[in-house]
Protein backbone atom coordinates (compact mmCIF):
# COMPACT_ATOMS: atom_id res chain seq x y z
CA UNK A 1 0.00 0.00 0.00
CA UNK A 2 2.46 2.63 1.08
CA UNK A 3 4.47 1.86 -1.79
CA UNK A 4 1.71 1.81 -4.04
CA UNK A 5 1.02 5.81 -2.93
CA UNK A 6 4.82 6.61 -2.89
CA UNK A 7 5.53 5.14 -6.48
CA UNK A 8 2.06 7.57 -7.86
CA UNK A 9 3.37 10.30 -5.79
CA UNK A 10 6.36 10.69 -8.17
CA UNK A 11 3.51 10.13 -11.23
CA UNK A 12 1.35 12.66 -9.52
CA UNK A 13 -0.04 14.56 -7.32
CA UNK A 14 -3.46 14.19 -7.26
CA UNK A 15 -3.48 11.63 -4.24
CA UNK A 16 -6.95 10.99 -2.60
CA UNK A 17 -7.38 11.74 1.09
CA UNK A 18 -7.09 8.42 1.97
CA UNK A 19 -3.89 8.57 0.76
CA UNK A 20 -3.07 11.74 2.14
CA UNK A 21 -3.90 10.21 5.37
CA UNK A 22 -1.91 7.35 5.39
CA UNK A 23 1.44 9.78 4.24
CA UNK A 24 0.67 12.40 7.24
CA UNK A 25 0.25 9.23 10.11
CA UNK A 26 3.74 8.02 9.25
CA UNK A 27 5.92 7.19 12.25
CA UNK A 28 8.22 4.53 11.31
CA UNK A 29 11.39 5.65 10.45
CA UNK A 30 12.06 3.60 7.45
CA UNK A 31 8.91 4.55 5.89
CA UNK A 32 9.79 8.00 6.88
CA UNK A 33 12.82 8.07 4.53
CA UNK A 34 10.92 6.86 1.96
CA UNK A 35 8.64 9.62 2.48
CA UNK A 36 11.13 12.20 2.10
CA UNK A 37 12.82 10.39 -0.17
CA UNK A 38 9.85 11.16 -2.66
CA UNK A 39 9.48 14.29 -1.38
CA UNK A 40 12.61 15.27 -2.55
CA UNK A 41 12.54 13.43 -5.51
CA UNK A 42 9.51 15.65 -6.59
CA UNK A 43 11.36 19.03 -5.47
CA UNK A 44 14.52 17.98 -7.62
CA UNK A 45 12.40 17.57 -10.79
CA UNK A 46 9.95 20.15 -10.19
CA UNK A 47 11.55 23.00 -8.40
CA UNK A 48 15.48 21.90 -9.25
CA UNK A 49 18.50 22.42 -6.50
CA UNK A 50 18.57 26.29 -5.76
CA UNK A 51 17.09 27.45 -2.63
CA UNK A 52 15.89 31.25 -2.83
CA UNK A 53 16.74 33.45 0.41
CA UNK A 54 13.96 36.48 1.52
CA UNK A 55 15.87 38.97 4.16
CA UNK A 56 13.23 38.84 6.50
CA UNK A 57 12.21 42.84 8.54
CA UNK A 58 9.97 42.13 11.12
CA UNK A 59 8.99 46.04 11.45
CA UNK A 60 6.36 45.73 14.25
CA UNK A 61 5.18 43.72 17.04
CA UNK A 62 1.91 45.56 18.31
CA UNK A 63 -1.53 43.67 17.15
CA UNK A 64 -5.18 44.24 17.27
CA UNK A 65 -6.01 40.36 17.13
CA UNK A 66 -5.80 37.74 20.27
CA UNK A 67 -5.16 34.34 18.09
CA UNK A 68 -4.61 32.05 21.29
CA UNK A 69 -1.45 30.80 20.20
CA UNK A 70 0.59 33.83 19.44
CA UNK A 71 2.87 36.03 21.43
CA UNK A 72 2.86 38.97 20.30
CA UNK A 73 -1.25 39.03 20.58
CA UNK A 74 -2.68 42.24 21.58
CA UNK A 75 -3.95 40.69 25.29
CA UNK A 76 0.11 39.90 25.81
CA UNK A 77 0.53 42.46 28.54
CA UNK A 78 4.07 40.92 29.21
CA UNK A 79 5.32 41.66 25.47
CA UNK A 80 7.59 44.61 24.92
CA UNK A 81 5.92 46.38 21.44
CA UNK A 82 8.09 48.26 19.23
CA UNK A 83 7.33 50.21 16.07
CA UNK A 84 10.38 50.63 13.10
CA UNK A 85 10.40 53.95 11.89
CA UNK A 86 9.54 53.89 8.15
CA UNK A 87 13.23 55.52 7.52
CA UNK A 88 14.65 52.80 9.27
CA UNK A 89 13.18 50.28 7.86
CA UNK A 90 13.58 51.25 4.41
CA UNK A 91 17.35 51.64 5.05
CA UNK A 92 17.13 48.11 6.45
CA UNK A 93 15.95 46.78 3.19
CA UNK A 94 18.76 48.88 1.39
CA UNK A 95 21.33 47.38 3.41
CA UNK A 96 20.16 43.83 2.28
CA UNK A 97 20.41 44.91 -1.40
CA UNK A 98 23.52 46.29 -1.43
CA UNK A 99 25.06 44.29 1.18
CA UNK A 100 23.75 40.78 0.35
CA UNK A 101 23.24 38.93 -2.48
CA UNK A 102 19.20 38.23 -1.29
CA UNK A 103 16.90 39.91 -3.62
CA UNK A 104 13.69 39.72 -1.74
CA UNK A 105 12.73 41.70 1.55
CA UNK A 106 9.88 40.52 3.82
CA UNK A 107 8.20 43.04 5.58
CA UNK A 108 6.15 41.53 8.24
CA UNK A 109 4.14 42.62 11.60
CA UNK A 110 1.43 41.97 13.47
CA UNK A 111 -2.02 43.75 12.52
CA UNK A 112 -1.30 47.13 13.36
CA UNK A 113 -3.37 49.57 11.88
CA UNK A 114 -0.27 52.47 12.89
CA UNK A 115 1.30 51.78 9.33
CA UNK A 116 -1.63 53.34 7.56
CA UNK A 117 -2.25 52.95 3.45
CA UNK A 118 -0.05 55.92 2.61
CA UNK A 119 2.78 54.94 5.38
CA UNK A 120 3.15 51.34 3.80
CA UNK A 121 2.54 52.37 0.48
CA UNK A 122 5.21 55.14 0.74
CA UNK A 123 7.77 52.69 2.46
CA UNK A 124 6.98 50.48 -0.39
CA UNK A 125 7.58 52.68 -3.12
CA UNK A 126 10.76 54.00 -1.88
CA UNK A 127 12.39 50.17 -1.36
CA UNK A 128 11.22 50.18 -5.24
CA UNK A 129 12.47 53.20 -6.42
CA UNK A 130 15.72 52.37 -4.56
CA UNK A 131 16.46 48.96 -4.30
CA UNK A 132 15.95 45.78 -7.02
CA UNK A 133 14.55 43.71 -4.28
CA UNK A 134 11.44 41.77 -5.04
CA UNK A 135 8.73 43.16 -1.83
CA UNK A 136 6.77 40.49 0.11
CA UNK A 137 4.12 42.00 2.87
CA UNK A 138 2.99 40.13 5.91
CA UNK A 139 1.16 42.33 7.88
CA UNK A 140 -2.44 40.52 7.97
CA UNK A 141 -5.59 41.32 7.26
CA UNK A 142 -6.34 44.79 5.66
CA UNK A 143 -8.94 46.38 4.11
CA UNK A 144 -9.14 45.98 -0.44
CA UNK A 145 -8.38 49.80 -0.87
CA UNK A 146 -5.19 48.83 0.98
CA UNK A 147 -4.26 45.54 -0.72
CA UNK A 148 -4.52 47.64 -3.87
CA UNK A 149 -2.22 50.83 -2.70
CA UNK A 150 0.41 48.50 -2.05
CA UNK A 151 0.26 46.16 -5.33
CA UNK A 152 0.35 49.37 -6.91
CA UNK A 153 3.54 50.87 -5.08
CA UNK A 154 5.26 47.47 -6.25
CA UNK A 155 4.72 45.13 -3.77
CA UNK A 156 5.24 42.01 -5.33
CA UNK A 157 4.04 39.05 -3.06
CA UNK A 158 1.56 38.73 0.42
CA UNK A 159 1.84 35.88 3.01
CA UNK A 160 -1.11 35.33 4.75
CA UNK A 161 -1.23 32.21 6.42
CA UNK A 162 -4.74 30.83 6.08
CA UNK A 163 -3.73 28.99 9.60
CA UNK A 164 -6.66 26.33 9.17
CA UNK A 165 -8.98 25.38 6.75
CA UNK A 166 -11.46 23.62 8.98
CA UNK A 167 -13.79 26.40 9.82
CA UNK A 168 -13.99 24.79 13.70
CA UNK A 169 -10.54 24.61 14.22
CA UNK A 170 -10.02 27.93 12.57
CA UNK A 171 -12.79 29.29 15.28
CA UNK A 172 -10.73 27.52 18.35
CA UNK A 173 -7.75 29.12 17.52
CA UNK A 174 -8.86 32.66 16.59
CA UNK A 175 -11.59 34.08 18.72
CA UNK A 176 -11.73 37.30 17.26
CA UNK A 177 -11.11 36.82 14.03
CA UNK A 178 -13.32 35.38 10.92
CA UNK A 179 -12.72 32.43 8.77
CA UNK A 180 -14.38 34.01 6.15
CA UNK A 181 -12.89 36.91 5.70
CA UNK A 182 -9.39 35.56 5.85
CA UNK A 183 -10.25 33.20 2.89
CA UNK A 184 -12.01 36.75 1.39
CA UNK A 185 -8.23 38.52 1.56
CA UNK A 186 -6.39 35.46 0.03
CA UNK A 187 -8.78 35.28 -3.29
CA UNK A 188 -8.65 39.08 -3.46
CA UNK A 189 -5.12 39.27 -2.98
CA UNK A 190 -4.66 36.62 -5.67
CA UNK A 191 -6.96 38.54 -7.45
CA UNK A 192 -4.51 41.82 -7.31
CA UNK A 193 -1.80 40.33 -9.15
CA UNK A 194 -0.09 39.40 -6.02
CA UNK A 195 2.31 35.93 -5.59
CA UNK A 196 0.03 34.73 -2.72
CA UNK A 197 1.48 32.64 0.34
CA UNK A 198 -1.06 30.86 2.67
CA UNK A 199 0.21 27.98 5.34
CA UNK A 200 -0.60 26.81 8.57
CA UNK A 201 1.30 25.65 12.19
CA UNK A 202 1.52 21.95 12.76
CA UNK A 203 0.64 20.60 16.08
CA UNK A 204 -1.67 23.48 17.39
CA UNK A 205 -4.05 22.44 20.33
CA UNK A 206 -6.88 20.76 18.90
CA UNK A 207 -5.13 19.84 15.44
CA UNK A 208 -5.52 16.67 14.01
CA UNK A 209 -4.16 14.66 11.18
CA UNK A 210 -7.74 15.33 9.55
CA UNK A 211 -7.56 18.48 9.85
CA UNK A 212 -4.18 18.76 8.33
CA UNK A 213 -5.43 16.75 5.22
CA UNK A 214 -7.76 19.47 5.09
CA UNK A 215 -4.58 21.88 4.76
CA UNK A 216 -3.32 20.11 2.55
CA UNK A 217 -6.50 19.57 0.19
CA UNK A 218 -7.18 23.34 0.65
CA UNK A 219 -3.66 23.76 -1.43
CA UNK A 220 -4.76 21.71 -4.31
CA UNK A 221 -7.37 23.49 -5.10
CA UNK A 222 -6.41 27.08 -3.65
CA UNK A 223 -2.67 26.68 -5.19
CA UNK A 224 -0.84 29.37 -3.55
CA UNK A 225 2.39 30.48 -4.90
CA UNK A 226 4.50 29.97 -1.41
CA UNK A 227 3.00 27.83 2.00
CA UNK A 228 4.28 28.59 5.19
CA UNK A 229 4.82 25.08 7.68
CA UNK A 230 6.30 25.30 10.86
CA UNK A 231 5.25 23.92 14.20
CA UNK A 232 2.88 25.55 16.64
CA UNK A 233 5.77 26.50 20.19
CA UNK A 234 3.77 27.00 22.94
CA UNK A 235 4.43 30.30 24.59
CA UNK A 236 3.72 31.25 28.28
CA UNK A 237 2.26 34.62 27.97
CA UNK A 238 -0.72 33.34 25.85
CA UNK A 239 -4.16 31.29 26.36
CA UNK A 240 -1.86 27.83 25.30
CA UNK A 241 0.70 27.91 27.72
CA UNK A 242 1.68 24.25 28.91
CA UNK A 243 -0.17 23.29 25.72
CA UNK A 244 2.40 20.67 24.25
CA UNK A 245 4.57 22.37 20.81
CA UNK A 246 4.19 20.59 17.68
CA UNK A 247 6.94 17.85 16.50
CA UNK A 248 9.89 18.39 14.06
CA UNK A 249 8.50 14.70 13.04
CA UNK A 250 4.97 15.35 11.90
CA UNK A 251 6.06 18.33 10.58
CA UNK A 252 8.56 16.88 8.22
CA UNK A 253 5.58 14.94 6.84
CA UNK A 254 3.83 18.11 6.50
CA UNK A 255 5.85 19.67 4.17
CA UNK A 256 7.21 16.31 2.58
CA UNK A 257 3.13 15.23 1.36
CA UNK A 258 2.41 19.06 0.53
CA UNK A 259 5.49 18.99 -1.82
CA UNK A 260 4.10 15.79 -3.23
CA UNK A 261 0.87 17.58 -3.98
CA UNK A 262 1.89 20.89 -4.86
CA UNK A 263 4.91 20.24 -7.40
CA UNK A 264 5.86 23.79 -7.51
CA UNK A 265 4.87 25.72 -4.70
CA UNK A 266 7.33 27.39 -2.73
CA UNK A 267 7.89 26.14 0.32
CA UNK A 268 10.23 27.69 3.42
CA UNK A 269 12.54 25.74 5.41
CA UNK A 270 10.85 27.87 8.57
CA UNK A 271 12.64 29.20 11.63
CA UNK A 272 10.01 27.75 13.82
CA UNK A 273 11.00 23.94 13.07
CA UNK A 274 14.65 25.21 12.98
CA UNK A 275 14.04 26.52 16.58
CA UNK A 276 12.53 23.15 18.01
CA UNK A 277 15.57 20.95 16.34
CA UNK A 278 18.96 22.40 15.38
CA UNK A 279 18.88 20.33 12.36
CA UNK A 280 15.12 21.49 11.63
CA UNK A 281 15.74 23.47 8.82
CA UNK A 282 18.25 21.10 6.71
CA UNK A 283 15.60 17.78 7.10
CA UNK A 284 12.93 20.36 5.58
CA UNK A 285 15.36 21.17 3.32
CA UNK A 286 15.43 17.21 2.52
CA UNK A 287 11.64 16.57 2.70
CA UNK A 288 10.90 19.19 -0.17
CA UNK A 289 11.82 22.83 1.07
CA UNK A 290 13.26 25.06 -0.78
CA UNK A 291 13.35 28.56 0.78
CA UNK A 292 14.87 30.04 3.55
CA UNK A 293 14.13 33.56 5.41
CA UNK A 294 17.35 35.04 7.16
CA UNK A 295 16.21 37.81 9.45
CA UNK A 296 17.35 41.41 9.00
CA UNK A 297 15.63 43.12 11.86
CA UNK A 298 17.69 45.38 13.22
CA UNK A 299 19.07 44.07 16.63
CA UNK A 300 17.78 46.23 19.09
CA UNK A 301 14.40 45.35 18.04
CA UNK A 302 14.91 41.28 17.14
CA UNK A 303 14.31 39.67 20.70
CA UNK A 304 11.11 41.93 21.09
CA UNK A 305 9.30 40.14 18.39
CA UNK A 306 8.49 36.66 20.46
CA UNK A 307 5.94 35.10 18.35
CA UNK A 308 7.11 31.68 20.43
CA UNK A 309 9.99 31.20 22.91
CA UNK A 310 13.83 30.23 22.31
CA UNK A 311 13.27 32.24 18.57
CA UNK A 312 16.84 30.91 16.44
CA UNK A 313 18.17 34.11 15.77
CA UNK A 314 17.92 35.68 19.14
CA UNK A 315 21.54 35.61 19.87
CA UNK A 316 23.01 35.47 15.84
CA UNK A 317 24.31 38.74 14.32
CA UNK A 318 22.90 39.42 11.49
CA UNK A 319 25.69 39.00 8.93
CA UNK A 320 25.96 35.26 10.59
CA UNK A 321 22.01 34.59 9.38
CA UNK A 322 23.14 34.92 6.14
CA UNK A 323 26.61 32.60 5.76
CA UNK A 324 24.29 29.92 8.44
CA UNK A 325 21.63 29.77 5.79
CA UNK A 326 23.92 29.52 2.79
CA UNK A 327 26.28 26.91 4.81
CA UNK A 328 22.89 24.42 5.65
CA UNK A 329 22.02 25.30 1.93
CA UNK A 330 25.40 23.54 1.21
CA UNK A 331 25.29 21.06 3.87
CA UNK A 332 22.28 19.61 2.50
CA UNK A 333 24.02 19.71 -1.27
CA UNK A 334 21.91 22.38 -2.22
CA UNK A 335 22.82 25.65 -4.23
CA UNK A 336 22.27 29.26 -3.66
CA UNK A 337 22.36 31.11 -6.55
CA UNK A 338 20.86 34.57 -5.58
CA UNK A 339 17.98 34.13 -8.06
CA UNK A 340 14.38 35.92 -7.16
CA UNK A 341 12.52 32.46 -6.78
CA UNK A 342 8.84 34.30 -8.25
CA UNK A 343 6.42 31.77 -8.04
CA UNK A 344 6.89 29.15 -10.59
CA UNK A 345 3.61 29.78 -12.38
CA UNK A 346 5.04 32.81 -13.54
CA UNK A 347 8.14 30.83 -15.41
CA UNK A 348 7.80 31.13 -18.97
N1 LIG B 1 -0.04 39.29 11.51
C1 LIG B 1 0.35 38.71 10.27
C2 LIG B 1 -0.65 37.68 9.82
O1 LIG B 1 -1.69 37.53 10.42
O2 LIG B 1 -0.41 37.04 8.81
C3 LIG B 1 1.76 38.18 10.22
C4 LIG B 1 2.49 37.93 11.48
S1 LIG B 1 2.03 36.43 12.30
C5 LIG B 1 2.78 36.65 13.87
C6 LIG B 1 3.07 35.26 11.44
C7 LIG B 1 2.77 33.80 11.67
O3 LIG B 1 3.38 33.37 12.88
C8 LIG B 1 1.35 33.40 11.83
O4 LIG B 1 0.77 33.24 10.58
C9 LIG B 1 1.42 32.10 12.65
O5 LIG B 1 1.16 30.97 11.83
C10 LIG B 1 2.85 32.11 13.19
N2 LIG B 1 2.84 31.96 14.66
C11 LIG B 1 2.30 32.78 15.57
N3 LIG B 1 2.44 32.27 16.82
C12 LIG B 1 3.09 31.09 16.70
C13 LIG B 1 3.50 30.09 17.62
N4 LIG B 1 3.25 30.19 18.93
N5 LIG B 1 4.16 29.01 17.15
C14 LIG B 1 4.42 28.91 15.83
N6 LIG B 1 4.05 29.81 14.90
C15 LIG B 1 3.37 30.90 15.33
Redesign the pocket.
Known amino acids: MLNEILNKSLETGDLTREEILRLLAITDPDEKSRLTETSNAVREKYCGAEVYLRGLIEFSDH ?1 RRN ?1 N ?4 RAGNTCAHRYRIPPDEIVKTAKGIAENTPIKTVVL ?4 DLWYTKDILADIIRRIKSETDLAVTL ?4 REYDEYKAWREAGADRF ?3 H ?1 AANRELYKSLHPDSDYDNRMNCLRQLRELGYQVGA ?3 VGAPGQTLEHIADDIEFYKTFKPDMIGI ?6 PDTPYKGAASGTAELTLNVVAVTRIVTRTALLPATT ?1 IGSIDPMGREKALMAGADVMMPNYTPYEYRAMYE ?2 PDKKCFTEAVDHNLSDAIARIRSVGRVFKGGYGHARRLDK
Open positions: CCYCGVQSGEGVGELLREGAMGPFISHAIY
